[in-house]
T-cell receptor, first 114, second 116 residues
Framework: NAGVTQTPKFQVLKTGQSMTLQCAQD?????MSWYRQDPGMGLRLIHY???????DQGEVPNGYNVSRSTTEDFPLRLLSAAPSQTSVYFC?????????????FGPGTRLLVL | KQEVTQIPAALSVPEGENLVLNCSFT??????LQWFRQDPGKGLTSLLL?????REQTSGRLNASLDKSSGRSTLYIAASQPGDSATYLC???????????????FGTGTQLKVEL
C-alpha cells in the first residue's frame, strides 16, 4: 500500500490564483480530513469527510472547498489564494469514525502564497 | 473549546537518558488521545493511542499514560537515542456524544533533540 499520498509537495502561488491540492489513499478508508499546520498553532482541521459524497467543515474552512466523489480521493481547492493561506497542508485518513482507529497522515504540501 | 498544551516546547537531552513529555487538555470529555511523531519536512506518524477508558499504552521504549480527570497525558521515552530526535505531538479526540465527532485537537508539539 502507498498509504496516503499528496501532490504537489511544494507550490508557490500568487494572491488570487486558484489551485487544487490532491490527496489519495489506497487503504479503503472511509474517513478523510485536511489539516493545516502553522508555526505555534498546531494542526487545525479544515474540512473532513466521513464517506464518498459527504463532507463537513472543520475549524478553519473559510477559503477552502472540498469534494469526495470517490472513497480514494479527497481534493482541497483554494478558490482565490491569500497570503494567510501560506502553510503546510496535511491530508489524513482512517478506517472509520468510532474514534478507535489510528489516523494516517500524508507527507504534506508546503504552500507559499505571495 | 478544547485546548491542548505541550510543555516544554523544546528539549535537548544526552543519549541514553529517560525523558518525559507532557500534554495537558482543558476538556476532560475526550474519546481518546494520540501521540504522534513528526520528522522535519514529513507527515505525522502515530505512536500510541490511548482510549479514554485506559490508563496507559506501551510500545517498545515508549509508554504513554492518561489521566483524564486531571486532563493530562505523558509520553515516557526510555533510553533515548539520536534517532528519537523529532517533534512529538499529542492530539485529543472529542467524545462523539458531546459533539466531538471524529475531530482531533492538536497541541503545538515538543521538539526533542537527543545528542550523542
Amino acid at each position: 500500500n502507498a498509504g496516503v499520498t499528496q501532490t504537489p509537495k511544494f507550490q508557490v502561488l500568487k494572491t488570487g490564483q486558484s489551485m487544487t491540492l490532491q490527496c489519495a489513499q489506497d487503504m479503503n478508508h472511509e474517513y478523510m480530513s485536511w489539516y493545516r499546520q502553522d508555526p505555534g498553532m498546531g494542526l487545525r482541521l479544515i474540512h473532513y469527510s466521513v464517506g464518498a459524497g459527504i463532507t463537513d467543515q472543520g475549524e478553519v474552512p473559510n477559503g477552502y472547498n472540498v469534494s469526495r466523489s470517490t472513497t480514494e480521493d479527497f481534493p482541497l481547492r483554494l478558490l482565490s489564494a491569500a497570503p494567510s493561506q501560506t502553510s503546510v497542508y496535511f491530508c489524513a485518513s482512517s478506517y472509520g469514525q468510532t474514534g478507535k482507529e489510528t489516523q494516517y497522515f500524508g507527507p504534506g504540501t508546503r504552500l507559499l502564497v505571495l | 473549546k478544547q485546548e491542548v498544551t505541550q510543555i516544554p516546547a523544546a528539549l535537548s537531552v544526552p543519549e541514553g537518558e529517560n525523558l518525559v513529555l507532557n500534554c495537558s487538555f482543558t476538556d476532560s470529555a475526550i474519546y481518546n488521545l494520540q501521540w504522534f511523531r513528526q520528522d522535519p519536512g514529513k507527515g505525522l506518524t502515530s505512536l500510541l493511542l490511548i482510549q479514554s477508558s485506559q490508563r496507559e499504552q506501551t510500545s517498545g521504549r515508549l509508554n504513554a499514560s492518561l489521566d483524564k480527570s486531571s486532563g493530562r497525558s505523558t509520553l515516557y521515552i526510555a533510553a533515548s537515542q539520536p534517532g528519537d530526535s523529532a517533534t512529538y505531538l499529542c492530539a485529543v479526540r472529542g467524545d462523539v456524544l458531546t459533539g466531538g465527532g471524529n475531530k482531533l485537537t492538536f497541541g503545538t508539539g515538543t521538539q526533542l533533540k537527543v545528542e550523542l
